[in-house]
């Protein structure tokens, strides 16, 4: 039995498109997320899954039994399905505790186990209006957890935070999949937070989908430059303008567009024995903590180059070859 498909299901607002036919499946235990930039329907998908948005066409099944929309029924929503928004409120004036107390389904000791999932035990005694965002949203994560659903949506649940708090949540939602085995799907408009954690990426533009996949396929091999945006820093020569770059790419792409990735290039000060480089000059290094990056002027083409190596300035003439094939 498929543990959550959606047969075209599609949604209308205002006469305009939010979300076109979709055919979506996914296994218990699956890491999905679904990337895209704001407006492609990325949110609207999540809530017709939850029942939150009755869909127009198509239907929604979880285990095998179909979804009943906010149309079909008093309380919208699933109770085997938790769905947390970018846009989640605490009631004010109440202490952690008693806002769990609110919705906690558990013994004592399984909702113990959450609350130290998400790292809030030692928040308890404290009011909403004590906390900070990223503490707040790791309370509102455990009150949908507590409600011990078997399937966790998590709407741009990396959004707002500083780098700190981005990382605790990251850990959180894996301890989520692993201690808890709860199995989770989320969105972010900024896929490059979703490589290290899915095991399968759909990317959705004008509420359509435009290509899915693993994470190192999509990476590699984008089918567009929309998707090659969202997933990193990436290079996209026209060898039709810019014919220097065969000796980089070879023959094979003459008079195409080659998508390459700025750590897939190696760069150098002097002249490497291989016959195939280019030559360039280096107008910027940006400093980012773990690497470099170096932007160099080729044939009035700015290419990115990704380096470990602090050995170059501006005005410094370098060649650049292909340090690898990537996936």
Request: charged share 20%; aromatic share 8%; hydrophobic share 40%.
């Amino acid at each position: 039995m498929v543990f959550l498909d959606l047969q075209a299901v599609s949604k209308y607002e205002r006469g305009n498109t939010v979300l076109q036919p979709m055919h979506f499946s996914m296994q218990e235990g699956e890491r999905v997320a679904i990337a895209g930039e704001t407006g492609s329907g990325k949110s609207t998908f999540l809530k017709l899954i939850a029942g939150l948005l009755q869909p127009d066409e198509g239907n929604v099944y979880f285990e095998g039994v179909r979804v009943l929309g906010p149309d079909e029924q008093l309380l919208p929503g699933h109770p085997k399905i938790a769905y947390l928004s970018q846009h989640f409120e605490l009631r004010n004036n109440y202490k952690v505790h008693e806002l769990l107390e609110m919705t906690n389904q558990l013994d004592a000791r399984s909702a113990q186990q959450i609350f130290d999932v998400c790292r809030i035990s030692h928040l308890m005694m404290r009011k909403s209006d004590e906390l900070s965002g990223g503490e707040k949203q790791r309370i509102a994560l455990a009150k949908q957890l507590t409600s011990f659903p078997k399937l966790l949506l998590l709407d741009e649940p990396f959004s707002n935070l500083d780098r700190v708090h981005k990382e605790l949540i990251r850990s959180v939602i894996e301890d989520i999949c692993t201690t808890l085995k709860v199995t989770c799907l989320l969105v972010s408009h900024d896929a490059t937070d979703l490589l290290s954690w899915a095991d399968r990426i759909i990317i959705m533009q004008d509420g359509q989908v435009v290509q899915q996949g693993t994470p190192k396929q999509l990476y590699h091999h984008p089918v567009n430059e929309y998707v090659a945006a969202l997933m990193g820093d990436y290079n996209l020569i026209n060898t039709k303008t810019h014919e220097v770059f065969l000796q980089l790419l070879g023959e094979g792409i003459r008079g195409k567009r080659a998508l390459i990735r700025p750590e897939q290039l190696a760069i150098s000060v002097t002249q490497p024995a291989q016959p195939h480089f280019v030559e360039g000059v280096v107008q910027k290094v940006l400093f980012f903590g773990a690497y470099y990056s170096i932007e160099v002027l080729v044939d009035g083409f700015i290419l990115k180059v990704r380096t470990t190596a602090f050995m170059f300035n501006a005005g410094d003439i370098v060649f650049i070859t292909v340090a690898s094939t990537g996936a």
